[in-house]
């Protein structure tokens, strides 16, 4: 058995926990930079206790609120010229996904003033600023793992920053997710859900990582109902924060695996929600499988399902999917998946032929 577990984030979960323990942040330096989307973060009450955590310990700070979902290079560029004019310390990211990445590329190209955009694809070693981190959907486990997801147009999908960034400090309060819309906290529960499954069966899964997935996808299971109902309680939206955040740890050890390579060009073709386009491709990843694999058996096990066609309609009563594809479609994405040999490496049981993925694709969509 050889394997590296690393895990650096000094993570602070429950109600509360910004205001309980804001003198961890004295230490970033004199400035901050938060960064946030167009406007959850002020109605959810995460940019107000940001603040006022950081007004309380006197720290000053400015605010880049124009992040859109699936951030964009030239997003980070601009937050990035503004976080370098303030001449800020640290970033504070607060958001979904998007901005939490955001935050993570920005404090790259902060960290490195005279570089072009470029090194946030080329150069691994480039140093960044410290980053701190407020989860307010319980999806992406952003909050503590070590990739930033951009979108890159001349690419026509979505790619990994080159360095790995990891938190200094998290917050994971779920009070903050009390008014999360029902189809952006599932398709978002399917983002982590999808992180604990391929975690598991990548070929670069590993015996603590096996058990922190088994450990997530428990509490997941737990969310199923509540999930089916679209209503969700206090209790619920933090068992679903703590499966998104142990979907992040697992996936900080391992990567993700097909789903997510396969989802990233429904999400830049037909704007698909991220853990919406992981969940359309599931069932037929799964296949890929086979019912009587045993790693599959255990998933499946540990959700409560009884098959892979289970699990594939678990998916549709949990996601509203309405868009239509065509043959062309699907040989594009096709295409374009079988460029990334690495991705497709972490299936463990064959090569992945073009065909295989075109039936992945045909399965899920047609
Ligand atoms: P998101 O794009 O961050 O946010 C989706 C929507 O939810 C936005 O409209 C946002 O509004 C709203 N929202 C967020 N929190 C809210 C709250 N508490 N109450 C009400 N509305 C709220 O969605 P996401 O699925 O969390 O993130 C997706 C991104 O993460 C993708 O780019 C994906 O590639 C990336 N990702 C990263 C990792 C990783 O390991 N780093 C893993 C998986 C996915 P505002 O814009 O107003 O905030
Ligand atoms: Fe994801």
Redesign the pocket.
Known sequence: MNFRYFMPVNTYFGQDCIQKNKDVLRSFGKKAMIV??????R??G?LQDITQALDAIGTAWVLFDE?????DVETIIRAAKQAKQEDVCFLIGI???????AT?AISVLTANPDADAEILFTDAQAKALPVVEI???A????EV?Q???L?QHEKRT?GGIAQPVFASVSFLDAK??A???PH?TN??AV?AMS?LVESYLTTHSNAISEKIVEMGLAYWKECIPALKAREYSAQIREKLMLASTIG?VA?AQTS?SLP?LLG?FL?YEKHI???RANGMVMQAYLELFGEEHEKVQRVLSILGLKSIAEMGHLMHTLLDCTETFTEEDISYYTKRAMENEAKLATFPLYPLTEEKIQEVYRKSLL
């Open positions: 946030t989307g167009r406007s959850s973060a109605k959810n995460a992040i859109g979902e699936n951030p958001g979904g996904g998007s901005p939490m990445d993570k989860p307010t959907t999806g992406t486990g952003s793992t990739y930033a997801i979108t979505k903050y997710m008014a999360l819309a952006i398709n978002t983002d992180h992040g996936i993700t997510h990233y999400t929600p991220h853990g």
